[in-house]
Every structure is written in C-alpha cells, then in structure tokens.
C-alpha cells in the first residue's frame, strides 16, 4: 500500500493522547514543555477584586485535579455555531 499525502489547510485539531499511535506517551510526556496550552471549563472564579488577584479554577479533561490559572492569563476560545446559540440561550437564561 502507497502512503498518499493530502495537502490541507493548517487547522486546530483534537485528540486523545491515548489514541496518538507515535511517539510512546512516555516520550510525549518527557517532551511537554511549559508553552503547552491546555484546553478546559471554567468551574469557579475568585472575587479577588482587580486583575493579578483573580484566578480561575478550570476543569480540564484527562487531568484528575482542578487547575487554578490567574484569571488575566486565560484565553477565550472561539465558538462554533452550534456553541454560539447555546451561549445565547444560556445568556438570556
């Protein structure tokens, strides 16, 4: 059988690291640096007033414990159109 290789625009994508068939977890982990970005749910946020003292606490899938990350550090991700009319609906809630 013949590798083909199809050209594709560059996009974000997601998988599980359980599904990743090269390189070994073990050798992912060994090589995770600290500009990884970790996608998750914000569950609660401090009332710590203004700016550096406002953190949030994030559920990430596949990490058995909260995360808690300065709140002026966190990244909104984009909605796709199916998310965008539920943060509506939830918005008008």
């Known amino acids: 059988m013949k590798e083909k290789r199809v050209k594709t ?4 994508v997601s998988f599980k690291l359980a599904d990743a068939v090269f390189p070994e977890q073990e050798t992912i982990f060994a090589n995770i640096t600290n500009e990884i ?3 998750g749910k914000i569950s609660f946020v401090s009332d710590g007033g ?3 003292k406002e953190f949030a606490i994030i559920d990430v899938p596949g990490i058995a414990m909260p995360i ?13 159109s199916s998310q965008k009319e ?3 609906f939830a918005k008008a809630m």
Request: glycine fraction near 4%; aromatic fraction near 4%.
């Open 9 to 12: 625009p560059q996009k974000q």
């Open 37 to 39: 970005e970790i996608v």
């Open 50 to 52: 203004n700016g550096e």
């Open 68 to 80: 808690i990350v300065p709140k002026n550090k966190i990244k909104n991700l984009s909605f796709d």
């Open 86 to 88: 539920h943060h509506r």
